[in-house]
């Protein structure tokens, strides 16, 4: 092991702010078809708790990442921010971009490094899949953004996208970039593809999850089932052409590129979909998450892992993060996950820390 998985603290620590969403996006896994949040009683972090959070984490400067629901939707964002900021850390969102216009004023006084923008193809697209007028709100919002950035002089937010990839949207992904967006505008980009799981590997989790950690229940893992059928219909000769064009339009222009899993191909992209995860060319052996990342839900619950957070280690509302981190239940955890081998069977669902930079 090297030294950053033996640190004191979480060296990555995701903020769920909020459960609160305005949008019902279809493939989302807390608010979509089948997401995990409907019907569950909505929190929030306490704002004291989570500046107690940051500032006990602080000394080990991590990468802060503001969450939710939507997590421009949380009262205190802009206090947060600053509070990262002035502590010396970096601090990114994700967001769904609805409240840009209204809030670039106060985005641009306290400014996270970056923003990441969802938004999942061209208008038409991208409605059906995250809500009709969504697009259009949102490009106004980020040109808001943009506009009052560069007429003030100032370098952040750096501002960027987020495209998921679904069947709904996989034949959209050159379209979008090379018809909808503004490049001059665009500092990032990045591509995923959908998290899901099938019926079974839920079943199974549930089942591995109940023995190893007493769980009654997994909703994170249940709030990302869907059919697999729906994605092997989907024409990955295509996509891997249209990622790699949009790969190459941003290596010439200098924007930072993102996508998971990482090796464009027809073959690993088929692979991420059948689930047959000893073909996919990024898979990892082990998840290194335990012992780097931090999540804090809204109800203050933490876990290491940003997609199954099914287990929580701990409460921030009542323990402080180096309790919790060295913690027996965080320890329980580790534990499980080497007697598993280094991952557990529900690991390969996950698209984005399944991909493993070391081997790149
Ligand atoms: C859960 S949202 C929270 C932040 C904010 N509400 C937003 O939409 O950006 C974070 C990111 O997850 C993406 N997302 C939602 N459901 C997903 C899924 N099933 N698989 C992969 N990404 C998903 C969203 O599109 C968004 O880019
Ligand atoms: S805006 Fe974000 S959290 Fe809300 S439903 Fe869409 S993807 Fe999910």
Not at 99 to 121: T, Y
Not at 126 to 139: K, L, P, S, T, W
Not at 207 to 212: E, I, N, S
Request: charged residues 25%.
């Amino acid at each position: 092991m090297t030294n950053i998985l033996q640190s004191q603290l979480p060296l990555w620590v995701t903020l769920q702010l909020t459960d609160a969403c305005n949008l019902r996006c279809k493939m989302c896994y807390e608010w979509g078809e089948n997401g995990a949040y409907h019907g569950k009683v909505l929190e929030r972090l306490d704002k004291e708790t989570v500046f107690k959070v940051i500032d006990e984490c602080l000394p080990v400067k991590p990468y802060f990442a503001l969450f939710g629901g939507e997590p421009m939707m949380y009262p205190w964002f802009d206090e947060v921010v600053q509070r990262i900021r002035d502590g010396g850390a970096r601090v990114d969102i994700p967001t769904n971009g609805m409240f840009l216009s209204r809030k670039a004023e106060k985005l641009l006084a306290s400014p996270p490094n970056r923003i990441w923008v969802s938004l999942d193809g061209p208008k038409h697209i991208n409605d059906e899949q995250r809500g009709n007028g969504v697009f259009d709100a949102v490009q106004e919002g980020v040109r808001t953004l943009f506009e009052l950035r560069t007429s003030r002089g100032l370098s952040e937010p750096k501002i960027g996208y987020t495209f998921i990839v679904t069947p709904l949207t996989h034949l959209y992904v050159k379209g979008f970039v090379e018809q909808c967006l503004d490049l001059d505008m665009v500092d990032h980009l990045s591509i995923e593809f959908q998290t899901f799981a099938t019926e079974d590997e839920h079943q199974q989790h549930l089942q591995l999850f109940k023995r190893l950690f007493d769980v009654p229940e997994t909703p994170c893992a249940a709030g990302m089932v869907a059919p697999k059928h729906r994605f092997e219909m989907m024409d990955f000769e295509e996509l891997a052409k249209q990622i790699s064009w949009v790969e190459q339009q941003c290596r010439q222009r200098g924007i930072y590129f993102v996508s998971y899993p990482k090796t464009i191909s027809a073959e690993n992209y088929r692979a991420y979909f059948y689930k047959d995860y000893k073909n996919l060319l990024d898979s990892r052996t082990r998840c290194h998450f335990p012992w780097i990342y931090m999540e804090v839900a809204a109800n203050g619950d933490v876990t290491p892992c940003h997609t199954f957070y099914d287990y929580a280690v701990g409460n921030v509302n009542h323990q402080s993060v180096s309790e919790i981190w060295r913690g027996p239940k965080m320890e329980r955890l580790r534990g499980g996950l080497r007697q598993a081998g280094g991952l557990f069977p529900i690991c390969g669902s996950c698209a984005r820390y399944y991909a493993d930079p070391s081997k790149r």
